[in-house]
């Protein structure tokens, strides 16, 4: 890979250059007034991309895993329920997380590629009673956008804290934390939110902190107890240091950069980019007669694209696409990874690269042996994108 090359895997992604000139500056003091001012604007920011009024921000040290897991471990205490709308890899984690700290939990799952129906979350929730209810908001093995709205409705409806892993689609896809009841959203720098791996984060409504201040017994993880970061992200946000362990000065320091860049567009015409970019890439794979495996259009998200291989066309595509200069990702479904690849298009992502990743894709997929017209698939495209 060389510098020119295209990152369009679901995360790490293509960064502006404001964002790495952010990383690359002089580490300062975490006590020092600039990185005070940056670490309490990135704060706010994060409570607004989240639509999140009302909520506490975190921004911590660490990937989405280590969000996902400040979740479950401040929220769930052992011999409690828990519901996991099940969409695939990263619901199978938190699932399995709920487990290791004790919970009762039960799946309900669809076939991979769709989205459970309703009435099953429904039933689950009225039969289990659980104190939360977790929505993959998108499943990065399969594309899919669970219908996140309609969902954390149907928890509210039946008492259960609103727990989402947004990691793929904090920044990119609409979410509205506080008008939707969702309790816990969280996410990781790298994805939609535009920034370097390296920082979970995530926001916490007023009843996720009662819930953890009304519970029985410490968390068993010092390192991910909101009760020792509430006061250092109050603080921080008020423009005063406070220390529990060391920021990610220069990481916080690129968040602050792409947060405030991403404000500036506008969360509303920033989801609405990502729609067009999404259906643009699209129009050109289905043009080289790929399909996707999400079940229906609306299920598809807009941060990436997962497509099957056509036939005769194998995981080889992955490195053949690398060669013509854009990297992109194979499967990760455990049950169909041998079968589909994926390629993100969030964030900073262009229309440019959106005709280059089609180029590429196409071109190696002829040399692949698949009968296809690249160039037939790139004015398909830059079609869609000029609609
Ligand atoms: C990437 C991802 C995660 C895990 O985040 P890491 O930063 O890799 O730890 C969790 N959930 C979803 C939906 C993801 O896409």
Redesign the pocket.
């Known amino acids: 890979m060389t510098d020119r090359d295209l990152l369009m895997i679901?995360?790490p992604i293509e960064l502006e250059p404001a964002v790495l000139r952010a990383l690359g500056e002089k580490t300062t003091s975490h006590v020092d007034a600039r990185f005070i001012a940056a670490f309490g604007r990135a704060l706010s920011a994060l409570r607004q991309v989240a639509q999140a009024d009302g909520a506490q921000p975190f921004i911590i040290a660490g990937?989405?895993?280590?969000a996902?897991e400040m979740a479950v471990q401040n929220l769930v205490e052992p011999g409690e329920a828990a519901v996991v709308v099940n969409t695939g890899y990263?619901s199978d984690?938190i699932g399995a997380m709920l487990e290791r700290a004790g919970a009762h939990v039960t799946h309900v799952g669809a076939s991979p590629g769709d989205a459970p129906a309703e009435a099953d979350v429904e039933a689950a929730l009225v039969k289990t009673r659980p104190k939360v209810l977790t929505i993959?908001h998108?499943?990065?093995s399969t594309g899919v956008r669970a219908p996140l709205e309609r969902l954390a409705a149907l928890g509210k409806k039946h008492g259960a804290l609103v727990v989402v892993?947004a990691?793929?689609s904090l920044g990119a896809e609409e979410i509205r934390a506080t008008a939707w009841g969702l309790d816990v959203v969280f996410a990781?720098s790298?994805?939609a939110l535009g920034a370097p791996?390296g920082l979970a984060v995530l926001t916490a409504s007023p009843a996720a902190q009662a819930a953890h201040a009304a519970r029985t017994r410490p968390v068993a993880s010092m390192y991910a107890d909101f009760a020792e970061w509430l006061p250092i992200m109050r603080a921080y946000e008020a423009g005063t240091p406070s220390y529990f362990a060391t920021p990610a000065v220069n990481l916080v320091r690129a968040l602050d950069v792409s947060l405030a860049s991403l404000l500036e567009e506008g969360m509303s015409a920033r989801v609405a980019r990502h729609a067009r970019t999404a259906a643009a890439f699209r129009a050109g794979a289905t043009a080289l007669g790929l399909t996707g495996l999400p079940a229906r259009p609306e299920l598809a998200a807009h941060t990436l694209s997962a497509l099957r291989y056509p036939a005769g066309v194998d995981g080889a595509l992955v490195g053949r696409v690398r060669e013509r200069g854009v990297t992109v990702a194979g499967g990760l479904h455990p049950a169909l990874k041998a079968t589909y690849f994926r390629v993100g298009h969030m964030g900073a992502v262009s229309p440019s690269d959106i005709v280059a990743a089609v180029a590429a894709v196409g071109r190696a997929l002829a040399a692949s042996g698949h009968a296809c017209d690249p160039g037939a698939a790139v004015a398909a495209a830059t079609r869609a994108l000029d609609a």
């Open positions: 679901p995360g990937s989405g895993t280590l996902m990263f984690r993959t998108v499943d990065t892993d990691v793929c990781g790298q994805k791996p």
